[in-house]
């Protein structure tokens, strides 16, 4: 007989149960949105920080700011390596990636894979 679940009040976890447990696929879209979410919240930090408009920092880039624009958007997905890196070297900054293990029984990582150097 299968162990039975303690109720829960906890709206995460409750959500977690309905929409994830059990579904891989679910939790790997989860994952990618949430290293799109940090992406675009990192460049968006990062300019700010360094006060500079879109406009200003895809001149040091060398693109446009309507791509600035898509890469602070957390729903975009076509983030390269090589335009971070560009993003990065305007900003005198680099980028790293890590690998972290998922500590969270329910799948959910507990540290972010992207930061700034």
Known sequence: MPK???PTTDAVEILHR?????KPEM???LEEARANDEVARRIYELRTKA?????QLAKLVG???SV???LEDADYTGH???MLRRIA???HRRVEIRFVSLRHKSGFRQDHGLSPA
């Open 4 to 6: 039975k679940r303690k």
């Open 18 to 22: 309905r929409y994830f447990e059990g």
């Open 27 to 29: 939790l790997a879209a």
């Open 51 to 55: 006060k500079l408009s879109q406009r």
């Open 63 to 65: 693109t446009t700011a």
């Open 68 to 70: 600035i624009c898509m």
């Open 80 to 82: 390269s390596l090589g």
């Open 89 to 91: 070297a305007a900003l």
